[in-house]
């Protein structure tokens, strides 16, 4: 007879094959998924497998989670930011080439930073975000649109609220140097004569040469 820790070791290790979406079967069986979790009401508790779906890239299965909502908004109902959403977010942001993370993913996550970073001096200390972690905000920009594209509007705001963090006289220097860094990268977009590569490297800005939706799920296509 199957011990229940055996059982749950079994359920475990099959969750995570299917959340790693590297075949056919696991797309299949977390498109269902995300299908399922999009029927029901947005639970706390579920917030790590949330980041999970995000943090696979899989178009098919993002799409599924998000369903109905406006991107932006998808993380509204966290009334209280955490270092843990925080913090895989910003691991999530970094992990990707600036080309290759899904739009509405990149949406989701600016929306909710935008919130929570409105008073910079606030934001830095529910999470202190690192210099990398302002690279993994910045690289995203669009340095061939303008300022009111609406990715870049988000991210050159979110940029703006941490830069404001440098009027703090008290603030720490490593505070400090995170306003800072905000205000080069922002400057460098803006000034024509510049580029985001004097704030970044070109390994931080590099783009992926191949870019896809990601692994199909059985039956689904993209028109």
């Known amino acids: 007879m199957v011990k229940e820790e055996e059982f749950n070791r079994f359920i475990q290790q099959t969750m995570y094959k299917i959340i790693e979406c590297q075949d056919v079967r696991a797309s299949s069986?977390?498109?269902?998924y995300s299908n399922f979790l999009n029927t029901k009401p947005i639970r706390y508790d579920h917030i790590p497998l949330y980041l999970k779906i995000f943090q696979t890239n899989n178009r098919y299965t993002v799409d599924a989670?998000?369903?109905?909502?406006?991107?932006e908004n998808y993380f509204d109902f966290i009334r209280v930011p955490n270092v843990f959403v925080l913090k895989r977010m910003f691991e999530i942001l970094g992990m990707y080439e600036k080309n290759s993370l899904y739009l509405p993913t990149l949406k989701a996550f600016f929306g909710f930073l935008k919130r929570v970073y409105r008073a910079g001096a606030e934001g830095y200390r529910i999470y202190a975000l690192s210099i990398a972690d302002v690279n993994s905000i910045g690289k995203y920009l669009h340095e061939q649109k303008t300022q009111n594209h609406h990715l870049n509007r988000d991210i050159l705001d979110i940029l703006l609220f941490l830069t404001e963090m440098d009027e703090d006289v008290e603030g720490s220097m490593e505070k400090q140097a995170v306003a800072r860094h905000a205000s080069r990268i922002r400057s460098d977009f803006f000034d024509q004569k510049r580029s985001l590569v004097q704030s970044m490297t070109d390994v931080i800005l590099k783009k992926a040469d191949d870019v896809g939706p990601g692994i199909s799920p059985e039956g689904v296509f993209i028109d």
């Open 29 to 32: 069986a977390l498109y269902a």
């Open 65 to 71: 989670l998000v369903s109905g909502y406006v991107a």
